[in-house]
């Protein structure tokens, strides 16, 4: 075929060719540490399965794919892909992270990176002149979430992207609460995109997973040299997971956004419910970025996570704990549906930071269950 190829062709065929050697439809996983060469420095391609392996291979080919990106890079988590896209800076290097952002890359800035020279800076992301004031402040990269964790914040990427390059920083930008299917931020301006793929890319909680993506060769050569260098690889079988989950991605990503504007419309009816944090809410702030930025096929979506807030710590955790269809867990993005308490669970390690997330928060990761049934679900543990 020459004609490019839509999301959902991409995600099942792109990297994934039959087996030549047996015809298999499926890409085998290739559980090897090395590889037999033909003579010293002459083999097939792979030599150690830290530095490749075929079905890392055809992961990364696929993920680059979706992402419309050249490159796409494999790693252990999430949080693994983060350290080491950091690892492409300097001591005395300066970043940029949300003021609203997942506790563990607070923390792996916080308490980690800086102790190897590199200097961080929290700030409202909404806040376009907050941004260029600490861009301004010799700043080499701009790590943004949109939607943000957990208040689900919307960023405007082209113009965070503009701003950033204004002063040569780099923009990289985790899209994990979005997935490529409804948002890519390479076509937004942004210089790399990470992913926990662990969530929705995986989407069945059975892997953990992270990844990178760029068009930069420079970028994306240092990024392999360090990928190798520290070995933060997903094994092959995760990697053959993820595959797996990446066929289905459009599928599934169209039931959890459903899902979730079910999800809100009923809780707007919900005298205990303060506050709703959604994008799809036409009052929320940055919605109308949210339908340019996010969707698929021209039809905005504004993604499967919710979060709301009621009045204390107290009936958070005891609406956390009475669900039985939404389990109590941390992670999100799995076809399942999932609840937690966010300044309890996922962002702990903020306490003491000022940043600190609401008390009366709940973060809900709607799965593709059926919608009345998770209302149900929810009305029981609001009674």
């Known amino acids: 075929m020459t004609d490019p190829i839509r999301f959902e062709t991409a995600a099942i065929h792109v990297g994934q060719d039959p087996d030549p050697a047996t015809g298999a439809a499926v890409v085998p996983i290739y559980q090897t540490s090395t590889y037999v060469q033909e003579a010293v420095a002459k083999h097939k391609g792979f030599e150690y399965s830290r530095t490749d392996n075929p079905t890392r291979r055809a992961l990364e080919t696929c993920l680059a794919s979706l992402e419309g990106s050249t490159h796409g890079v494999a790693f252990s988590s999430g949080m693994a892909a983060i350290a080491t896209l950091a690892l492409t800076l300097r001591s005395g290097d300066r970043v940029l992270i949300p003021d609203d952002v997942y506790g563990g890359t607070y923390r792996l800035f916080a308490k980690v990176l800086t102790q190897l020279g590199l200097?961080?800076?929290?700030?409202?992301?909404?806040?376009?002149?907050?941004?260029?004031?600490?861009?301004?402040?010799?700043?080499?990269?701009?790590?943004?979430?949109?939607p943000t964790n957990p208040l689900l914040k919307v960023l405007d990427l082209r113009a965070l992207s503009d701003a950033a390059h204004e002063v040569g920083a780099v923009v990289a930008v985790d899209n994990t609460f979005a997935t490529p299917y409804i948002q890519r931020p390479l076509e937004h301006g942004a210089d790399v995109v990470v992913y926990s793929a662990t969530k929705y890319l995986g989407g069945h909680s059975d892997l953990v997973v992270g990844s990178l993506a760029t068009s930069d060769d420079a970028l994306a050569e240092r990024l392999r040299y360090l990928q190798n260098s520290v070995g933060a690889i997903p094994g092959p079988f995760d990697a053959w997971l993820l595959l797996r989950g990446l066929k289905t991605l459009a599928v599934r990503m169209r039931a959890h956004c459903a899902g979730a504007a079910r999800v809100v419309e009923w809780l707007q009816s919900q005298e205990a419910v303060q506050k709703i944090h959604f994008p799809g809410l036409p009052g929320f702030p940055n919605h109308e970025v949210a339908a340019r930025q996010m969707s698929a096929s021209g039809e905005p979506l504004f993604g499967g996570m919710v979060s709301f807030e009621v009045d204390s710590m107290e009936r958070a955790l005891q609406i956390c704990e009475r669900t039985k269809l939404f389990f109590l867990a941390e992670s999100l993005g799995g076809v399942e549906s999932l609840i937690e308490h966010p300044g309890q669970m996922t962002h702990l390690s903020l306490a003491g930071s000022g940043m600190e997330v609401?008390?009366?928060?709940?973060?809900?990761?709607?799965?593709?269950?059926h919608p009345d049934d998770l209302i149900a679900d929810l009305e029981q543990a609001f009674r």
Request: glycine share 4%; charged share 30%; proline share 2%.
């Open 119 to 146: 200097d961080f800076a929290t700030v409202d992301m909404a806040d376009l002149d907050a941004v260029r004031r600490e861009l301004a402040a010799d700043a080499a990269m701009l790590l943004a979430e949109t």
């Open 358 to 369: 609401p008390e009366g928060l709940v973060r809900l990761s709607v799965g593709i269950e």
